[in-house]
């Protein structure tokens, strides 16, 4: 019998029944380190005193009116994004698969109204841009598409790292956007080099494409920048954002250039959640806090002290690790035993990781965590190794 939750997940025998920063309480008792952080999601922790004040205080005021009206929190929201990015305007969405639809969307219109048929956008192997039509169609992995046939036309996967291809397919005339994330997440923790993404940013000028980048994961401070792009000094068209923005509450946006956003005028999208007021009340706290510098700052040293402590991990136990990957605190584990062990080997000691292709495990903890954290995160990780090959 099919269970009353459908059965998309494989889920951990884990059920969390209270959260408080970097730690989590299952329902016997057992508090767990949170190196998982809801897939990147809740970047400052869990029941955040700021977060929930935000939520609160927005509670008992107006949840949900419609974008048939103008809306407080999303505008705050939006003049903040606006202010810290390359940005003209936003849209709001409940999460970043909404947030692809739409930079398709957009990308799409943008070359309809200029009168080319140019609707073709480049993605690349590894890439994840969510579960919906045009998120799998942009990955194009057996693995998300298999037997959700016919699938959205109009996509054309490369080779990671193949600059020739990249090249020769930017000069095809039916190419309108390349899309991309600069560290891929679920790929297996792979970063984007700077001079590939300044790269990037020059064919796309040679050739009249929009650059589309897809922060999803790797935005709001993950990797010791507001967005992981303000590394190589580029600014895209049109990038996607989501997971971080909400702190752990639904809340995506799409952000765009003025000249990407034009063609997308009244009518043309829509959300009905999207921009809600509880959702905004909390993207608005979210940002004052991690877009300060010095917040900034701290992430970046915490990044090299877990980084370092990681490498000696690897040193410690190369038949279980072979390498750390990553930036700043979105890091992988590339792993010689299989990732699956390993984070079952982590649940034991009651820390908390996720998975990635090829053969990774994923540390992409709260943003606010402490050194306390991370040296209790790395001790529990290193006895999970040696129960591994013990």
């Not at 009206?69 to 709001?92: G, K, M, S």
């Not at 169609?137 to 959700?148: I, P, R």
Request: proline share 6%.
């Amino acid at each position: 019998m099919i269970p009353t939750v459908l059965p998309t997940y494989t889920r951990a025998p884990l059920s969390f029944v209270a959260g408080d920063g970097s730690w989590l309480t299952e329902q016997d008792g057992r508090r767990f380190l949170d190196f998982g952080a809801g897939i990147a999601v809740n970047a400052l922790g869990h029941a955040h005193p700021d977060l929930v004040q935000a939520l609160t205080d927005q509670a008992g005021k107006l949840w949900h009116v419609s974008n048939l009206y103008q809306i407080e929190p999303q505008q705050r929201l939006a003049d903040l994004l606006v202010e810290a990015t390359f940005a003209d305007t936003a849209f709001f969405t409940n999460s970043g698969t909404e947030a692809c639809e739409l930079a398709v969307k957009m990308a799409r219109k943008y070359w309809h109204d200029r009168g080319a048929d140019r609707p073709t956008i480049l993605t690349f192997e590894g890439a994840f841009h969510g579960r919906s039509s045009a998120g799998i169609a942009a990955a194009g992995s057996e693995k998300m598409t298999k037997g959700f046939g016919p699938l959205l036309p109009g996509f054309r996967s490369l080779p990671w790292g193949d600059h020739d291809a990249l090249r020769a397919a930017a000069a095809q005339p039916d190419v309108g956007a390349i899309l991309i994330e600069p560290v891929q997440g679920e790929g297996g923790i792979r970063p984007l080099p700077d001079p590939c993404l300044q790269g990037l940013r020059e064919l796309c000028d040679a050739h009249g494409l929009l650059l589309i980048l897809d922060e999803v994961q790797c935005g709001m401070g993950r990797t010791g920048k507001l967005f992981a792009h303000d590394w190589a000094g580029v600014a895209p068209d049109i990038m996607m954002v989501a997971k971080g923005i909400g702190g752990g509450f639904p809340l995506g946006a799409v952000l765009a250039s003025e000249t990407a956003a034009q063609p997308m005028t009244a009518g043309t999208h829509g959300s009905t959640y999207g921009g809600n007021p509880l959702a905004c009340a909390v993207g608005c706290t979210v940002m004052e806090i991690v877009a300060d510098p010095a917040f900034l700052a701290e992430v970046r040293r915490k990044a090299a002290r877990l980084r370092q402590g990681l490498e000696g991990l690897v040193a410690g136990h190369p038949e279980v690790f072979e390498a750390v990957r990553g930036t700043g605190l979105m890091l992988g584990l590339k792993c010689k035993a299989a990732n699956t062990e390993v984070l079952q080997a982590g649940h034991a000691q009651q820390i908390l990781t996720v998975p990635a292709a090829d053969n990774v495990v994923r540390l992409v903890p709260p943003l606010n965590l402490t050194d306390d954290d991370m040296t209790e995160a790395l001790a529990r990780l290193d006895a999970a190794a040696t129960g591994l090959h013990a």
